[in-house]
């Protein structure tokens, strides 16, 4: 989920930034050398090619600029990152295959990612047993963490997305909304249904609930019962190149009234190609972490840093790998201020203890964890300009 970078300028800035990290590339280093005195060995991962690959590839960008920033600065207690990146091309067996490579034959004491829900969930499910420090950047489905203590994310979960554009719409003042949203997607009916029963339970009618499959293009059957109703809104919580058709085509049909959607929006206008036409985006708005539009002291740095290493600005994505990857130096801090062997069960079970009990301002705002794997931090709700870029509407705090 991309808006202003391409997928080519994505793949060389990864390419060039792995150069001056001394990054081990997609293929690991299969030297099953651990960490040790002068370096950390960290492993980040994710689709980095494929379909899903604009999703990995923001992350890793983000996480890649973090660590090199980090070691500028002198690294953690004196040691250097050394991160090893696998391309899991969206896919959980591959995933948990990378996984096992970072851990039986690279070292890793920690990992960022995966990104997508499937894999992350497959990884999540394998690492309990290593007791694995990991921290997602993105994967938002509510069982994630719950398969062990090791596993966090940077992200907030589908469902609270769901609850917080539910007071969005309340507090807008929207009587009645409808949703459109794609079948057997966990990511998608998981935000739809909390999205729904928070709704209700705050006095909004849900007028219709329509839904499609993978790989529609032509919404007008949906569309057309949606609009029968006569909804305020229609949620569509879904990603970025559905939901600029379903937009196109609502548009198309004369609905003139509000779009709400969560963080699959990010990147429906900008970068390689406009997934919706910006006049059709007014009276469009969606939640997520970050946008380049924030104008927060710590935004506006990242944003600046960002530019000046990739040549283009930040999207939600990015923001995010970069937290995951600074929740996971915070852990690693710990454990080396501890005094304690990195690759042992006590050095493991520090880098977790110090991410729970720790707090971070990253750059989607603070970041801290209550008991469970789930950030606590706040979310932004983003609409668009005239012409098709994104204003910050309104911030959310935790």
Not at 110 to 135: F, K, R
Request: negative net charge; aromatic residues 10%.
């Amino acid at each position: 989920m991309f808006e202003n970078v391409s997928r080519r300028q994505f793949v060389t800035g990864s390419a060039a930034l792995a150069l001056g990290l001394g990054l081990v590339g997609c293929g690991g280093n299969g030297g099953g050398e651990s960490s040790g005195a002068s370096g950390i060995k960290v492993g980040v991962m994710g689709p980095h090619t494929g379909d899903n690959s604009s999703y990995g590839l923001a992350c890793l960008n983000g996480a890649q600029l973090y660590f090199k920033q980090l070691n500028a600065d002198g690294g953690v207690n004196g040691k250097q990152i050394e991160a090893v990146v696998y391309d899991t091309k969206g896919d959980a067996t591959e995933a948990v295959n990378a996984y096992n490579r970072l851990v039986q034959e690279d070292g890793v004491t920690g990992i960022v990612g995966s990104v997508l829900t499937g894999p992350t969930i497959a990884v999540a499910q394998a690492s309990v047993a290593d007791n694995m420090p990991c921290v997602t950047p993105s994967a938002t489905a509510a069982d994630v963490v719950t398969y062990g203590s090791n596993y966090f994310r940077a992200c907030v979960t589908d469902p609270e997305q769901g609850r917080v554009m539910a007071h969005f719409a309340s507090e807008q003042g929207y009587k009645n909304v409808a949703t459109l949203y794609l079948s057997g997607s966990d990511y998608s009916e998981g935000v739809n249904a909390a999205f729904c029963e928070e709704a209700e339970a705050l006095g909004i009618t849900i007028t219709t609930q329509q839904s499609y499959a993978e790989g529609d293009v032509d919404f007008k059957a949906q569309l057309t019962n949606i609009i029968a109703t006569s909804p305020d809104a229609i949620l569509v919580p879904n990603y970025y190149q559905d939901d600029g058709m379903i937009v196109n085509q609502a548009r198309g049909q004369g609905y003139d009234k509000v779009f709400l959607g969560v963080d699959g929006w990010s990147g429906i206008y900008g970068g390689s190609e406009n997934y919706a036409d910006a006049a059709n985006l007014h009276d469009c708005y969606y939640c997520c972490a970050f946008s380049s539009s924030n104008e927060s002291e710590t935004a506006t740095k990242f944003v600046s840093d960002y530019e000046a290493e990739y040549g283009e600005a930040p999207t939600n994505f990015c923001a995010l790998g970069y937290d995951a990857a600074m929740v996971l130096a915070a852990g690693l801090t710990a454990a080396e201020e501890a005094g304690l062997e990195a690759g042992t069960d006590e050095y493991k079970q520090a880098v977790i203890d110090g991410i729970a009990a720790g707090t971070v301002d990253g750059v989607t705002g603070s970041i801290s964890y209550e008991g469970t794997g789930d950030p606590v931090k706040s979310s932004l709700i983003i609409t668009f300009a005239e012409d098709g870029t994104e204003e910050t509407f309104q911030v959310l705090e935790a």
